[in-house]
């Protein structure tokens, strides 16, 4: 078991980073909240979580206990897998999650792209328990700077996570235009994700 991955970051994106450990890439995918916490750095060391399929081993990376084990309580959910696990993380700050379970807030789940009502019932039936007993963490607000490659981030991040180029493509070019002062990726992702949805 990988339990943590610590060396230079070779690549980085909205969905994914490859970071070099010990002469080794190592390709993680990564939610919009990890980028936010890694995007301004060149050397990270990053929780993770592998993934055993059939096919495939996917190693997954997390800047934060709370996220990977929010990860692994919403993959234990029957109908959530990983990759709906990071929509989710994408969509909405760990806390924000959190908080959403233990409360019962269905609405908040269901504006996530591939989560209707009976699987946003099932995710607080399954975890409201476990949620409860975790500590409650705090939503900051992560500054970045201004980057111009920022609809095409955002775009291959919408993509990546399973969205029509093309329609994505219409609600950044809409989002920019309207909403000049989005100066961060993960805050135009935040909102296209919403109208995608």
Same mark, same amino acid.
């Given at each position: 078991m990988i339990a943590f991955v610590k060396g230079n970051i070779v690549e980085k994106?909205?969905?994914y980073v490859v970071v070099e450990a010990a002469g080794l890439g190592y390709h993680l995918h990564i939610s919009l909240f990890t980028y936010t916490k890694i995007e301004a750095l060149e050397e990270v060391k990053l929780l993770t979580h592998l993934h055993v399929k059939e096919d495939s081993h996917t190693l997954y990376g %997390?800047? &934060? &206990?709370? &996220?990977?084990?929010? %990860?692994?309580?919403?993959?234990s959910v029957s109908g959530i897998g990983p990759s709906t696990a990071q929509v989710m993380l994408s969509s909405l700050h760990p806390e924000e999650i959190r908080l959403a379970i233990v409360n019962e807030n269905i609405d908040q789940f269901q504006r996530i792209k591939g989560i209707g009502k009976k699987t946003a019932q099932r995710i607080i039936l399954d975890l409201k328990d476990k949620m409860s007993k975790e500590p409650e963490g705090s939503v900051p607000d992560i500054s970045r700077p201004n980057n111009n490659t920022k609809k095409e981030e955002a775009?291959?991040?919408l993509v990546a996570l399973g969205f029509n180029r093309l329609q994505a493509q219409k609600v950044l070019n809409k989002l920019m235009q309207d909403q000049p002062e989005l100066e961060k990726v993960e805050d135009l992702i935040k909102i296209a994700l919403r109208y995608l949805s």
């Amino acid at each position: 078991m990988i339990a943590f991955v610590k060396g230079n970051i070779v690549e980085k994106h909205p969905t994914y980073v490859v970071v070099e450990a010990a002469g080794l890439g190592y390709h993680l995918h990564i939610s919009l909240f990890t980028y936010t916490k890694i995007e301004a750095l060149e050397e990270v060391k990053l929780l993770t979580h592998l993934h055993v399929k059939e096919d495939s081993h996917t190693l997954y990376g %997390f800047a &934060e &206990e709370l &996220e990977r084990k929010l %990860f692994r309580y919403l993959i234990s959910v029957s109908g959530i897998g990983p990759s709906t696990a990071q929509v989710m993380l994408s969509s909405l700050h760990p806390e924000e999650i959190r908080l959403a379970i233990v409360n019962e807030n269905i609405d908040q789940f269901q504006r996530i792209k591939g989560i209707g009502k009976k699987t946003a019932q099932r995710i607080i039936l399954d975890l409201k328990d476990k949620m409860s007993k975790e500590p409650e963490g705090s939503v900051p607000d992560i500054s970045r700077p201004n980057n111009n490659t920022k609809k095409e981030e955002a775009l291959s991040a919408l993509v990546a996570l399973g969205f029509n180029r093309l329609q994505a493509q219409k609600v950044l070019n809409k989002l920019m235009q309207d909403q000049p002062e989005l100066e961060k990726v993960e805050d135009l992702i935040k909102i296209a994700l919403r109208y995608l949805s």
